[in-house]
Structure formats: C-alpha cells, structure tokens
C-alpha cells in the first residue's frame, strides 16, 4: 500500500483533556477514509491539526514518506496538496459565486485576484467546477445570498478549483438535501477514480458504508479500531463506544 499521509504519535491536549492522544495513522493515497467516533472523540480536533489551524503539542505529521512536520501553518498546506472543507463553510460573502472561484485559481492575494484580468483558462475552469456541482447558473450570485446547502456546494467547488492530492471533508453532507446529497456523493467517487486521497469525518453510517474504504474510529482521541467499514462497523466494541448500545 502507498501512504500518502501519516501521523506519527500526534498529541493534543486543551486544558488537560486529551483530544488527541498520542495517534498514529496512516492513510492510502487514492482511497476515501472515514473517521468517525463520538462526539468528542477527537474527529474535527485531529482535521484542525493536519490543516494547520490548531498547532500540535507534540508528534509529526508525513506527507508521501518524504515531508515530515512537527508544526504545519493553515496558509502553507495549499502548497503541500492538502485543503479541506469546514462544518461551518467559509466564503468570501460578499463576492459573487464566480469570484469566490476565480480568487483560489491564483496564487496571488485576496486583494490581486480581485483586480487581476482573468484569462479564458481560469474562467473555463470556473464554469466546470460550479457546473459540476450544480451553481453555474448561480455565478453571479452573492455567495451570502446562497442556501446553506449551496454555500457547501460553493466550498466544494472551490476546493476542486485547487486541484489538491489529499481532501479532509469535515462533515460535507450534514443539512444537505437528498439531491444535494448525491452531488457531493459523485464528486468523492470521481475524486477517488482520479487518484486523489480523502479524509471524511461523517456521522451518517450509510453514506460511510457507501464511500468509505477504510475507518478509523476514534474514542477520547485515541484508535479504538481500524479496518473495513463492513468488519469494523460490526464490532461489539465500537457499536457500544459510538451507537451507545
């Protein structure tokens, strides 16, 4: 198997609870892997921590067996073919659809994509990301005026304009539409046949069965089990630490 990211003992405390504890993973490039747990268990914590917007207290994360970090900043992963999606979607509210494409298609700032005279390459590249999620009509749309489900397509959207190797979706399906549900659905399996590698963290077990092609499950931050979703989903143990049967 090729690992494209790895965390090697990777801890995080707040206030002496351990939200990470000391967790080493690895995870297959070109594979969907979910993770899941309870509440608390550390899901989101260990997301803000390889994006860079939580800092870790100790342990390393690797990318592709080459690039090792002990500390990772959330304006550098882009560099590193990381992004990811939020629970509470982040978009430049009071630009149009279009621009909140155009603006992650340069490499400039905010303030030079807004002035910068896109080419026919970053236009056509824009329709077919918001084409491919059903808001091409909407561009001209002011992303604050969007339907919450609309706003997740937006960053989804925005993250295919990226074209990164590795994707953590935090959540990507929650207060979605079942129409919008497919969308999002199609998207992660044509990213897979594209060889690009995804973390999930979903609460929704069908939609795990359905995607994922390994699980890792967490509980107070630690690896409570690993394996297929059809192997790992039935255990006794993991049915009582997340289902509270």
Same mark, same amino acid.
Request: aromatic share 8%; glycine share 8%.
């Given at each position: 198997? +090729?690992?494209?990211? /790895?965390? #090697?003992? !990777?801890?995080?405390?707040?206030?002496?609870?351990?939200?990470?504890?000391?967790?080493?993973?690895?995870?297959?490039?070109?594979?969907?892997?979910?993770?899941?747990?309870?509440?608390?268990?550390?899901?989101? *914590?260990?997301?803000?921590?390889? *994006?860079?917007?939580?800092?870790? %207290?100790?342990?390393?994360?690797?990318?592709?067996?080459?690039?090792?970090?002990? #500390?990772?900043?959330?304006?550098?992963?882009?560099?590193?073919?990381? *992004?990811?999606?939020?629970?509470?979607? &982040?978009? =430049?509210? /009071?630009?149009?659809?279009?621009?909140?494409?155009?603006?992650?298609?340069? @490499? &400039?700032?905010?303030?030079?994509?807004?002035?910068?005279?896109h080419g026919a390459l970053h236009?056509?590249?824009?329709? @077919?990301?918001?084409?491919?999620?059903?808001?091409?009509? #909407?561009?001209?749309? !002011?992303?604050? +005026?969007?339907?919450?489900?609309? &706003?997740?397509?937006?960053?989804?959207?925005?993250?295919?304009?990226? +074209?990164?190797?590795?994707?953590?979706?935090?959540?990507?399906?929650?207060? !979605? =539409?079942?129409e919008m549900r497919r969308v999002?659905?199609?998207?992660?399996?044509? !990213?897979?046949?594209?060889?690009? *590698?995804?973390?999930?963290? @979903?609460? +929704?077990?069908?939609?795990? &069965?359905?995607?994922? %092609?390994?699980?890792?499950?967490? %509980?107070?931050?630690?690896?409570?089990?690993?394996?297929?979703?059809?192997?790992?989903?039935?255990?006794?143990?993991?049915? @009582?630490?997340?289902?509270?049967?």
């Amino acid at each position: 198997m +090729n690992q494209i990211l /790895q965390t #090697k003992y !990777l801890y995080k405390h707040f206030d002496g609870v351990k939200a990470v504890d000391k967790l080493s993973l690895s995870f297959e490039q070109g594979k969907i892997t979910a993770v899941i747990g309870p509440n608390g268990s550390g899901k989101s *914590t260990l997301i803000n921590l390889l *994006t860079g917007f939580v800092p870790f %207290d100790s342990g390393e994360m690797v990318i592709a067996g080459k690039l090792h970090f002990t #500390k990772v900043k959330c304006n550098e992963v882009a560099g590193y073919g990381l *992004t990811r999606t939020f629970q509470d979607v &982040r978009l =430049f509210e /009071q630009m149009p659809v279009l621009d909140n494409v155009l603006v992650v298609l340069t @490499e &400039r700032s905010v303030w030079g994509s807004l002035f910068e005279k896109h080419g026919a390459l970053h236009l056509a590249k824009a329709e @077919e990301v918001l084409t491919r999620v059903g808001l091409w009509e #909407k561009r001209r749309e !002011l992303a604050r +005026n969007l339907s919450y489900g609309q &706003r997740k397509l937006l960053e989804i959207a925005r993250m295919l304009a990226m +074209n990164p190797e590795i994707i953590f979706f935090d959540e990507p399906f929650a207060g !979605l =539409f079942p129409e919008m549900r497919r969308v999002v659905v199609s998207v992660m399996q044509e !990213l897979r046949s594209a060889g690009k *590698t995804q973390i999930l963290v @979903e609460h +929704n077990m069908e939609l795990i &069965r359905e995607l994922a %092609d390994h699980i890792f499950v967490l %509980d107070s931050g630690e690896l409570l089990a690993e394996g297929k979703p059809s192997e790992v989903l039935s255990k006794r143990d993991v049915i @009582e630490a997340y289902l509270g049967e």
